[in-house]
Nanobody, 123 residues
């Protein structure tokens, strides 16, 4: 599976962005999909995960109620809707695929990664 993230940009605090991740390959629906982010000077960190069929989701506490992860298996797409953005959400965002759904933040569970898209939130 190859992943291509897009949709990042510059937005003011309180604004919204929707990130997209396009996947190639016929096995997309076999993978749970996650979003991670890496802020300047920090390690890459878990943001959200979505199960294969979309029925289960899990978010890091800092984005609960503001971000929504979703997928369209017919289009091989996964999305991250980000609302009420804060300057601390500024980071490079990555999509990733895992063969199993887990609410653990272990990045080692993810076997395919996209290239990242920059999100910058100004105050």
């Amino acid at each position: 599976v190859q992943l291509q993230a897009s949709g990042g940009g510059l937005v003011q605090a309180g604004g919204s962005l929707r990130l997209s991740c396009a996947a190639s390959g016929r096995t997309f629906s076999s993978y749970s999909m996650g979003w991670f982010r890496q802020a300047p000077g920090k390690e890459r960190a878990f943001v959200a995960v979505l199960s294969r069929g979309g029925g289960s989701t899990y978010y890091v506490d800092s984005v609960k109620g503001r971000f929504t992860i979703s997928r369209d298996n017919a289009k091989n797409m996964v999305y991250l809707q980000m609302n009420s953005l804060k300057p601390e959400d500024t980071a490079v965002y990555y999509c990733a695929a895992s063969p199993a759904y887990s609410e653990k933040h272990d990045q080692g569970r993810y076997v395919f990664w996209g290239q990242g898209t920059q999100v910058t939130v100004s105050s």
